[in-house]
Structures are given as structure tokens and as C-alpha cells.
């Protein structure tokens, strides 16, 4: 036993030589001296040897443990000899000041979701995840918008390989999803993510951008309150006293529909060329969920009404920051970003 030890030691004495760099330094002490090495082992189960071997087999074992001890150490001093040798000292200056670290940040129509999602908690709306891929049904038709209806063409969208499976023009889709989840309970959900449209790009539309959603169901919910709670998220959005107004729209989904503007906070109502000289800016769709809508998510249109709204993100990001471009934010551009 004696001798396999020692030819042990012999072994990784030699191989300690060849050590180069801290990483396999760790591996040859791990190796040999811990626990699972021959000498630990040895060492532990000195118990289960006869009486008459265990002295001697135990000083030569822990001499044997030393010298790798000290050999190991050793060689981590050399190593650490040579590499300070081969430091360029005269051109290294440790007074000069560290490197600055670059700081992430979010997004900027990040932060605006954000925003709009803490407005919506406020007012007891929980975030409800509905999928890109939709069903041409969930997309259109349970939204009462069947084939061939002319409401289609201003929803063009992606189409994929498989029939019927599109990228989703709007995140409307998922009301459906929700109502069927939590039909028959009251529902207060907001619903945010991608929408994608076949259409041209220009300042104001992008072939892919967010928006959030907004659902509320249960009984005796009126326009008023559709008008009550937006007003109270554009003031908190914009600012405490911005103006909205209603105009009459049309949404195959919503009945009675609208189109929900808020005061031009660049010119105050004055006109500008922003708000091309009207005073107000456009923010977002809604309307009452018409009764179709309720029947295709489970609820009854006698019982339950509703209202809903889908809002842009990035038009609102826009219109917040004064930025003229909506294809900055997909750009990459850091200069771009970096602004905010
Ligand atoms: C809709 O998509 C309706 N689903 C909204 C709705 C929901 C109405 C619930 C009633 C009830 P619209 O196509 O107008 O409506 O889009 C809503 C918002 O999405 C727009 O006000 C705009 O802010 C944003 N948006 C639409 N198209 C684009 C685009 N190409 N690029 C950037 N933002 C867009």
C-alpha cells in the first residue's frame, strides 16, 4: 500500500510541474487533496486497518499529504511570480480613472406600458396575456367581423403556411380568450402585446407595434363609465387636467363605438401642427361589447354588458414626447434611444 501511495505522490508531484494557469491549479488540488483523492482516502479509513499497520502507514500517508501540501503552494507562488514578471510595468498607471460601465435602460414604449399598466392596477385592471399566433376566427370572426366583411381591409395581416393561422392585427382577440376563461365572473383585464399589419409603413404606422387592450364585463356597465374611467387615464397619463372628447366611430366589436381624443398638450387646444390644427389628439378605439361578442365569449347579452378600448402605445409615446417618426423606435438607433 505503502509503495502505491508513494508512486501516487510521484505522480501528481510531476504533473503539478505542468500546471499553467489557476483553473487547472484548482482541478490538481481537487484532484489530489480532496476529498475523493487516494490520500484522503487513505487518511479516512485508517480506522479499518490492523493495529499494527495503522502507525506506520498513517505518518508516511500524512508526510506524503504535506509534501503535496507544500508543493502546492509552491507552484501557486511561482505562477504568481511569473505572471507579475510579465506585466508591462512601466506603462501601466493604476491612478488612472476605471473605464465607466454602460448602463442599460428600458425601452421607451417599455416605459410607456409600464405607465399604462400602473394606471390600470390603480384602477383595478389585471394584465391578461393573449397569444401573436391567433385563429382567423378569434382575429375576426367571433368578433363579429365574419369573411368577406369589409371591416377586413382595414385589418390586412400575415398569414402563415397553415390556413386560418395569422399574426393578430389587434389584441381584441383576447377578450374572447378571457371571457371564455372567466365567463360567467365579472372581468376587469387589460390585455397588452404585438399586433402586426400587412399595411405601409409610414411616420405614423409600423407593420408591427403595440397596444394595449381594455375589457371590462358585468352588470349595469354603461357608456358612462366607459367615459368616466378613460378620462380619468388620460388625466393620469398626460396630466391633471387634459381635456378628452368622444366622437362617434365604428368597430364591428363594440356597440355604440367611439374614438377617444385628448386635448393637443403642445398647443393647449390652440392648434398646431401636431394636432394639424384641430386642437385634440386621437388616442384610442372603444366601445360598449356588443351583444354578439358577449354571447361568443360566454356571457349573456341580457345580463352582462361591457365596454372595451385598444390604445397605441407608440402613437402615445409620440404624441407625449413630440416624436415625429414612429419607425425611431424600431430603428436602433442609440442616439435615438439614448434620449430617454
Ligand atoms: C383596433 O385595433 C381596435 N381593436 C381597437 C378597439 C378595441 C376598439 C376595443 C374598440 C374596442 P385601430 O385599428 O384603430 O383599432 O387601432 C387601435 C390603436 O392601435 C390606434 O389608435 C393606434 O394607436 C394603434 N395602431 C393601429 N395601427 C397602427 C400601426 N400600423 N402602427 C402603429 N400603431 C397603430
Known amino acids: 500500500m505503502l509503495e502505491s501511495l508513494q508512486k501516487n505522490a510521484e ?16 482541478e490538481w488540488r481537487s484532484q489530489n487533496l480532496g476529498k475523493e483523492s487516494v490520500i484522503m482516502q487513505t487518511l479516512g479509513n485508517l480506522g479499518g486497518l490492523p493495529t499494527s499497520e495503522r502507525p506506520v502507514i498513517g505518518r508516511q500517508a ?16 511561482q505562477l504568481r511570480d511569473s ?9 501601466l498607471d493604476v491612478t488612472l480613472p476605471g473605464r465607466p460601465v454602460q448602463h442599460g435602460r428600458l425601452h421607451i414604449v417599455t416605459q410607456t406600458m409600464r405607465r399604462i399598466y400602473a394606471i390600470w392596477a390603480d384602477m383595478g385592471f389585471q394584465i391578461y396575456r393573449s397569444p401573436d399566433v391567433e385563429t382567423d376566427e378569434y382575429n375576426f370572426e367571433l ?8 371591416a377586413r381591409d ?21 377578450q374572447i380568450h378571457a371571457m371564455r376563461e372567466y365567463c360567467p365572473n365579472p372581468i376587469r383585464v387589460i390585455l397588452p402585446g404585438m399586433c402586426y399589419r400587412y399595411e405601409q409603413i409610414t411616420a405614423r404606422s409600423e407593420i408591427q407595434f403595440n397596444q394595449v387592450e381594455g375589457l371590462a364585463i358585468g352588470q349595469n356597465i354603461r357608456f358612462t363609465d366607459l367615459k368616466g374611467t378613460l378620462s380619468d387615464f388620460a388625466r393620469r397619463m398626460f396630466s391633471a387636467n387634459t381635456a378628452t372628447r368622444f366622437r362617434a366611430s365604428h368597430f364591428p366589436f363594440t356597440e355604440p363605438s367611439a374614438e377617444m381624443d385628448v386635448e393637443c398638450f403642445l398647443c393647449s387646444g390652440g392648434g398646431c401642427s401636431v394636432c394639424k390644427h384641430t386642437g385634440w ?30 390604445m397605441g402605445p407608440e402613437r ?25
Open 143 to 150: 368578433l363579429n367581423i365574419p369573411k368577406h366583411h369589409p
Open 62 to 77: 500524512n508526510n506524503i499529504r504535506q509534501n503535496l501540501e507544500t508543493a502546492f503552494q509552491k507552484r501557486i507562488d
Open 316 to 340: 402615445i409615446t409620440m404624441l407625449k414626447y413630440g416624436i415625429k417618426d414612429i419607425r425611431y423606435f424600431w430603428g436602433n438607433d442609440l442616439r435615438f434611444l439614448e434620449q430617454f
Open 154 to 174: 382595414m385589418w390586412d395581416t400575415f398569414h402563415t403556411d397553415t390556413p386560418g393561422i395569422i399574426l393578430r392585427t389587434h389584441t381584441s382577440p383576447g
Open 83 to 91: 505572471a507579475s514578471e510579465t506585466l508591462p510595468t512601466a506603462s
Open 11 to 26: 505522480k501528481a508531484l510531476s504533473e503539478l510541474q505542468n500546471v499553467t494557469d489557476t483553473t487547472s491549479l484548482k
Open 281 to 310: 389628439l386621437e388616442i384610442l378605439g372603444c366601445g360598449m361589447v356588443h351583444p354578439t361578442v358577449l354571447e361568443n365569449g360566454g356571457y349573456n347579452p341580457r345580463e352582462f354588458t361591457g365596454f372595451a378600448f385598444g
